[in-house]
């Protein structure tokens, strides 16, 4: 085996083979007359496998102000028309979706919303003894929550995991600050104020 270093480097194959190897006796030979000089391929940077079987990996970015669900479902359903095209040499295999946990997020906040109704009516309901008063609250939060997607979509806010996290705890703000209110206007009412 013999170590050859050069100064410059190499652009071509022929350029390879060109490569002069000295000799004991002074003389010189050229390196395509001792080796087959081969075009190969690169040295493996990264290495990717999915369940074992070597895959390659594909990273997708969106942009900043890009929707991350919207994203994915554009990059899921060219992903579908690419292997319906090539069907039978390319199947494409998501490992990791994380617009999964923020649809999952969206989907918990609303369930909490509709929970926080369902029992802010009935805590007015059984404390204050007055339908009125828990229907004012039901209406009360879709009003706002209307009215804050209204203002999101004005202002170009995304509905992201930050933003339904905010308004869910802005609901609880509301729903409380609903109770306490309503509350001291059932007591005044009850000490016998003037109702305007």
Known sequence: DFTVRVAGKYATLSEIE?????????????LRDVATVTDTIKADRSLA??????????????QAQANSVKTSEKVRSEL???EKQYRGLI????AQ????????????VQRNVME???VVALVLLVFLHSMRNSLIVLVAIPISLVSTFITMALFGFS???????????????????????LDNIHRWLRSGSDPK
């Open 18 to 30: 060109r490569t002069r190897i000295p000799l004991a006796n002074g003389s010189a030979i050229y």
């Open 80 to 82: 579908a028309r690419l």
């Open 116 to 118: 926080a109704l369902f």
């Open 97 to 108: 979706d994380i617009t999964i946990f923020t649809r999952n997020s969206v989907t918990e």
């Open 49 to 62: 496998r999915l369940e074992g079987t070597p895959a390659l990996g594909i990273q997708i970015v969106k």
């Open 91 to 94: 199947h494409f295999e998501v």
């Open 159 to 181: 509905v992201n995991l930050m933003t339904m996290m905010s308004l869910g705890m802005v609901i609880g703000v509301l729903v409380d600050d609903s109770i306490v209110v």
